[in-house]
């Protein structure tokens, strides 16, 4: 793909290890349309280009409203009429029952580490958490501090624990597991059977990534920004019986009932981050809906993992094989932590970025969202082959 002539070619970097050799670096990005790079951030992560070109030429005069989304009111017919097709399209594409509400909420899917034994239990009450992971470990820490959270199975951040060894509590008031561990790259393939009590799942980084049969959960919640759009929005999906139960001393902002009876409005709510899911939604449901996205999702999974192990031990996957991501696959090379800081250097001056592994456990992470183009993760799994091939 030729590079806009707008578009400057990146410096080369100077990479501590004498393994590289200059000569050898990729020197021109490959580049998307308007100069993309490809963004394999773990979040906020790439949207479709053309959603972000939609709402491009939406920006100023939504419609012919003669405003933008961000200067309408949010009780206006215009807001409500986006909101509404929003949540249609996403009851649509989850084939959400008619028993659950649809809640647009703020405060990221950590401030539901709060609401949810807010508004599923009392103080002195006891509830279950499948601890997998960083983000698994961080909603029982938070669980801890309104009721008695009990760590009813704890992995080892590569992999999932046999749920015939989980260790369910007698009249728990839910089970809370995270599906997907976005620093770890550890997801569950299908939902635990945990008898009675309400499944509550974090699926903020594989929301809309397959489909979901919505009537096992009794509460699905995921941030916004790893697949469905902007940062700014969190979805709550929660069956009706659940709602009604929050404590007495529940604030408002955190109370779904208040946020059920006035359609996801008690205050302003992030309108533009609502708007942008919206168009995501349309999207995906005029390109094969969730099924396509799962298919496509696997394709590209694959290439990363069949590079890794087709490399005869010069990149590792740290994951157990059957709890592979789909959406956040780490990968290192074990010989040398040298060639993984110039591994990033040089994918990030051929067009790849945000490959770094979190801070908490090094290497590389390649995310590869529902809006990756499989064009740059071949993109990824090629230069994989290119550089072990050069460094092995």
């Known amino acids: ?50 959603v972000l070109e939609q709402a491009q030429a939406d920006l100023l005069n939504w419609q012919g409203s003669g405003m933008s989304v961000m200067e309408m009111s949010h009780r206006g017919k215009e807001f409500i009429a986006i909101t509404d097709k929003a949540e249609a399209d996403l009851r649509s594409l989850l084939s959400i029952p008619d028993n659950y509400k649809v809640l647009f909420l703020q405060g990221g899917a950590s401030t539901q580490f709060a609401a949810i034994p807010l508004n599923l239990a ?35 951040n590569k992999s999932i624990p046999d749920p015939s060894t989980w260790n369910l ?86 109370d779904w009932s208040v946020a059920a009876k006035d359609g996801s409005m008690y205050n302003t709510p992030p309108c533009w981050s609502i708007y942008m899911c919206g168009l995501v939604f349309a999207h995906v449901l005029a390109n094969g809906g969730l099924e396509a996205v799962e298919a496509n999702n696997e394709k590209k999974a694959k290439l990363v993992y069949d590079a890794v192990e087709a490399s005869n031990g010069f990149y590792a996957s740290p994951v157990a094989r059957e709890a592979r991501s789909l959406t956040n696959v780490p990968f290192t090379i074990p010989s040398s932590p040298d060639l993984e ?43 994989m082959r290119e550089f072990a091939a050069r460094h092995a």
């Open 1 to 50: 793909m030729t590079r806009p002539s707008h578009v400057r070619p990146r410096a080369a970097r100077t990479v501590s290890t004498s393994a590289v050799a200059s000569a050898d670096r990729p020197t021109a990005p490959k580049l998307q349309s308007h100069g993309r790079v490809f963004n394999f951030s773990a979040g906020p992560a790439c949207l479709p280009a053309a």
């Open 122 to 156: 009392e103080e002195g009450d006891k509830a279950d958490y499948v601890v997998t992971g960083a983000w698994s470990k961080k909603a029982i820490g938070e669980g801890k501090r309104f009721l008695l959270a009990n760590a009813a199975a704890t992995g080892d």
């Open 169 to 254: 509590t007698e009249g728990a008031k839910y089970v809370h597991y995270c599906a997907n561990e976005t620093i770890g790259g550890v997801e569950f393939k299908a939902p635990p059977s945990v008898g009675d009590a309400p499944l509550v799942v974090d699926m903020s980084s594989n929301f809309c990534a397959r489909p979901v049969d919505v009537s096992k959960y009794g509460v699905i919640y995921a941030g916004a920004q790893k697949n469905i759009g902007p940062a700014g929005v969190t979805i709550v999906i929660v069956r009706e019986d659940l709602l009604g139960r929050a404590r007495a001393s529940t604030p408002a902002m955190l």
């Open 341 to 383: 800081k110039a591994f990033i250097a040089e994918a990030a001056q051929a067009g790849m970025v945000q490959l770094k592994g979190h801070r908490s456990v090094g290497g590389m992470r390649a995310s590869i969202y529902n809006f990756m183009p499989l064009e740059g993760v071949q993109t990824l799994a090629d230069f």
